[in-house]
């Protein structure tokens, strides 16, 4: 029987979910955190400061301590990685649970090493990280422990992790700093284009939801937006169909397909045919956009599809590899400086 709490954090840039032993996914909030720039002390975490965000008085400031998958604002993560540990793990304080951290593959050492610090500062014991494409393909279900090529996408808010994956290791990688924050930069940059109307970043994340596709529609969608017009100062409401968003999302679609040709490229012929035979699979909220598995299929001719839960693959794969910590280990995809 095991005393100490075991739980696996996939901290995105966008939301933070949290898998714990024998219980699953316990925690699901969006990563953002709300300050008093006076006092320095945290006044809401997840959902109840998403809320404030561009809502918020002088004195109090709703930010995202993660930015391209990395820790931005380190003391304000570790005051967030100490808010999940005491939410999730109810009991004694000097019980200090074990975690098992996501990184996106391309961080550096010192970045890697500032997520386990933080969490240690927050009152966790064993801290640990794994690579985000490897526990995509653990929670999508991949046979990655055999000899054979898998390939994932991992799509998040703030970076694409692309990943081959066999015998329980990754073979060929690449960490794209581009992911759904960058999808909701470029909506709101065409909204104040062509309508001169400035919107935030809820506004332009509920129209990529809505009616955001990377491939052609039947039939194609529209929706009324809100905002600011930068001309008049006045609130003003303007329709947009769905071939504009397309159009507006179409520079961070080209440069993850790009960046998918380049691996597909680099694999070793023996794991091409594999991956030709079993397909690539997405995983993270930005695979839910519509139609980006038609686009890909028809840019690399390999089938693509999008895994069951995509938005929770890496938080149920991290869960799983804390399950098989041992083996995982041993094929290097957890790290523990």
């Given at each position: 029987?095991?005393?100490?709490?075991?739980?696996g954090?996939?901290?995105?840039?966008?939301?933070?979910?949290?898998?714990?032993?024998?219980?699953g996914i316990?925690?699901?909030?969006?990563?953002?955190?709300?300050?008093?720039?006076?006092?320095?002390?945290?006044?809401?975490?997840g959902?109840?400061?998403?809320e404030?965000?561009?809502?918020?008085p002088?004195n109090?400031?709703a930010?995202?301590?993660?930015?391209?998958g990395?820790?931005?604002?380190?003391?304000?993560t570790?005051?967030?990685?100490?808010y999940i540990?005491l939410?999730?793990?109810?009991?004694?304080?000097?019980?200090k649970?074990?975690?098992?951290?996501?990184?996106?593959?391309?961080?550096?050492?010192?970045?890697?090493?500032?997520?386990?610090?933080?969490?240690?500062?927050?009152?966790f014991?064993?801290?640990?990280?794994?690579?985000?494409?490897?526990?995509?393909a653990?929670?999508a279900?991949?046979?990655?422990?055999?000899?054979?090529?898998?390939?994932?996408?991992?799509?998040?808010?703030?970076t694409?992790?692309?990943?081959?994956?066999?015998?329980?290791?990754?073979?060929?990688?690449?960490?794209?700093?581009?992911g759904?924050?960058?999808?909701?930069?470029?909506?709101?940059?065409?909204?104040?284009?062509?309508y001169?109307?400035?919107?935030?970043?809820?506004?332009a994340?509920?129209l990529k939801?809505?009616?955001?596709?990377?491939?052609?529609?039947?039939?194609?969608?529209?929706m009324?937006?809100?905002?600011?017009?930068?001309?008049?100062?006045?609130?003003?409401?303007?329709?947009?169909?769905?071939?504009?968003?397309r159009?507006?999302?179409?520079?961070?679609?080209?440069?993850?397909?790009e960046?998918?040709?380049?691996?597909?490229?680099?694999?070793?012929?023996e794991?091409s045919?594999?991956?030709?035979?079993r397909?690539?699979?997405?995983?993270?909220?930005?695979?839910?956009?519509r139609?980006l598995?038609?686009?890909?299929?028809?840019?690399t001719?390999?089938?693509?599809?999008?895994?069951?839960?995509a938005l929770?693959?890496?938080?149920?794969?991290?869960?799983?590899?804390?399950?098989?910590?041992?083996?995982?280990?041993?094929?290097?995809?957890?790290?523990?400086?």
């Open positions: 029987m095991r005393l100490i709490p075991e739980i954090i996939d901290l995105g840039t966008a939301n933070i979910l949290v898998y714990r032993r024998g219980k316990v925690f699901t909030e969006p990563t953002v955190v709300a300050i008093n720039t006076k006092t320095k002390r945290v006044l809401a975490v959902n109840d400061a998403r404030m965000l561009g809502r918020t002088g109090i400031t930010i995202r301590p993660m930015k391209d990395v820790i931005a604002e380190y003391t304000v570790e005051k967030m990685l100490e540990r939410k999730t793990v109810r009991g004694p304080q000097f019980v649970p074990t975690a098992l951290i996501c990184v996106p593959s391309g961080v550096t050492n010192v970045e890697r090493r500032a997520v386990i610090k933080a969490a240690h500062a927050a009152g014991g064993r801290a640990m990280t794994i690579e985000e494409p490897m526990a995509a653990i929670g279900g991949l046979p990655i422990s055999q000899a054979g090529g898998n390939m994932v996408v991992d799509i998040g808010g703030g694409t992790d692309i990943a081959v994956i066999s015998l329980g290791g990754i073979v060929k990688s690449a960490s794209l700093r581009i759904g924050n960058k999808m909701d930069e470029a909506i709101i940059r065409h909204i104040r284009n062509v001169n109307l400035a919107i935030g970043e809820p506004t994340e509920e939801i809505r009616i955001g596709s990377a491939y052609p529609l039947d039939p194609e969608l529209k009324n937006v809100r905002g600011r017009d930068m001309i008049a100062g006045l609130p003003k409401t303007v329709e947009v169909s769905s071939e504009e968003i159009e507006a999302l179409s520079e961070p679609v080209r440069q993850i397909a960046k998918l040709c380049q691996v597909l490229e680099e694999t070793p012929p794991l045919s594999d991956v030709i035979e397909g690539i699979v997405l995983t993270g909220g930005g695979a839910l956009l139609g598995d038609m686009l890909l299929t028809q840019v001719q390999i089938p693509v599809r999008v895994a069951d839960n929770d693959c890496v938080a149920i794969g991290t869960g799983r590899a804390l399950e098989e910590l041992d083996a995982i280990g041993r094929s290097g995809a957890v790290t523990n400086l």
